[in-house]
């Protein structure tokens, strides 16, 4: 057999067996709101997400909620300004902050935005969440189809 052809399949069955549990989830976000609690983030921009006290409303919220119920995953939600929201989820404190923010948002140097769930807005979650934002990106390919 020819030496290029053994290494290329050398080199093929290495890319499958380490690539096999991709996409990875850097901080295991997803694995951890799947055990415990999706940790989301809420900044204050009616329509897309308030909150009053403890209760918390918009179109964004409403529509992390029904992508929690399809994953069968439990909320839990931090109430603050969007600076605060931007440092917890670098620390990999939140899985996901909402609040308006459009997809040239220039929060995108520190944090990764989603597909637009719209023409113009989308989630934030913490760089290297690949499973999570893989979650989240096909819901919202699914709810614009």
């Not at 979650?125 to 893989?134: K, T, V, Y």
Request: with cysteine; charged share 25%; glycine share 6%.
């Amino acid at each position: 057999m020819n030496l290029k052809i053994l290494w290329g399949y050398v080199i093929l069955i290495s890319l499958v067996v380490n690539c096999k549990d991709a996409p990875r989830d850097a901080a295991n976000s997803y694995q951890t709101a799947q055990q415990g609690k999706l940790q989301i983030g809420v900044v204050m921009n009616p329509p897309f997400s308030a909150y009053l006290g403890d209760s918390v409303y918009g179109s964004e919220v409403t529509f992390l909620q029904k992508f929690a119920e399809e994953k069968n995953l439990k909320i839990s939600y931090v109430l603050d300004s969007e600076s605060d929201l931007i440092e917890k989820l670098e620390t990999f404190d939140l899985h996901i902050v909402c609040g308006g923010f459009e997809k040239k948002t220039s929060w995108k140097k520190r944090v990764t935005p989603t597909l637009p769930y719209d023409q113009k807005h989308v989630f934030l979650i913490p760089h290297g969440e690949n499973r999570l934002l893989q979650e989240l990106e096909q819901y919202i390919i699914s709810k614009k189809l």
